[in-house]
């Protein structure tokens, strides 16, 4: 079976920066994998190369068997997303908002009341389907976002900080219907996460990217065994990536990537 997800020499610039460099990676059809790296490491970068938003400068990517310079509309037909930033619409109910998505995926009308339903359902969100969004919890939020990028049943599912901002119940919660989505549909997803734990619990393997560069790429427990012995995947980061922060970061440096990080806690919060 071919990769779900194969970049080779994908690369992005701008200007003088090299955002990411050379990335030659293969993610496998139904697998789990974990982009990790500090902020301006080119994660975020090469996840808007793979859905579409942002062309390569050179090198070539394909998203379930489609070019992403050549078949964006096919990519973008085979793809979920849920960005760290929230995509749900406050003023408007659970129900609503998936119907809203269901119109933007080109649902048919006939399917749309059923699918909607067996989402909410799958997400455990029944119950609250006609209360506004604006009153659910963060864990609630994060669940519905990931109902509206399943909706459609693609094939690969890219989620940036899926669990940002959530309290330690809550991320569990998310964890187990992500595990859910890749038992009962086969789901490929791509994350990406600064919590080392949910890396290790979730994912079957890790990429560690470093200054545009992926400079390890393996399990969970290989990465921390070369860390050294007794060691967990947080020392693996820091034994990869290096302790110290880089002076520029990705499209605008770390400055918006912390406000953009705060500005998702305090609205889930």
């Not at 609630?140 to 990028?149: D, G, H, K, P, S």
Request: aromatic share 6%; hydrophobic share 40%.
């Amino acid at each position: 079976m071919p990769p779900a997800i194969s970049t080779h020499e994908l690369t992005r610039r701008f200007d003088d920066l090299v955002a990411v460099n050379a990335l030659s990676l293969d993610v496998q059809a139904g697998e789990v994998f974990g982009l990790l790296g500090p902020n301006g490491a080119g994660k975020t970068t090469t996840i808007k190369m793979l859905i579409t938003l942002l062309p390569p400068t050179s090198g070539e990517a394909s998203v379930a068997g489609h070019d992403i310079r050549h078949e964006p509309r096919l990519v973008r037909r085979s793809i979920g997303y849920v960005p760290q930033l929230l995509s749900s619409d406050g003023a408007l109910s659970a129900r609503e908002n998936l119907m809203t998505s269901a119109r933007l995926y080109h649902l048919p009308d006939a399917d749309r009341t059923a699918r909607i339903a067996e989402a909410l359902e799958f997400m455990g969100l029944e119950s609250s389907a006609d209360r506004l969004v604006r009153t659910f919890s963060g864990g609630m939020v994060r669940r519905l976002e990931i109902a509206q990028a399943m909706l459609h049943r693609p094939e690969v599912l890219f989620l940036d900080e899926p669990t940002v901002g959530l309290d330690p119940t809550a991320r569990k919660a998310v964890w187990g219907h992500i595990r859910e989505l890749r038992q009962a549909e086969g789901t490929t997803i791509l994350l990406t996460t600064h919590y080392m734990d949910e890396a290790a619990e979730l994912c079957s393997r890790v990429g560690f990217m470093h200054l545009g560069k992926l400079v390890a790429l393996g399990t969970p427990a290989e990465l921390s065994e070369q860390a050294g012995k007794g060691k967990d995947l947080d020392d693996a980061f820091t034994y990869f990536t290096g302790s110290g922060l880089s002076e520029t970061g990705e499209q605008g440096g770390q400055y918006r990537d912390v406000a953009r990080t705060r500005r998702t806690a305090r609205r889930l919060g």
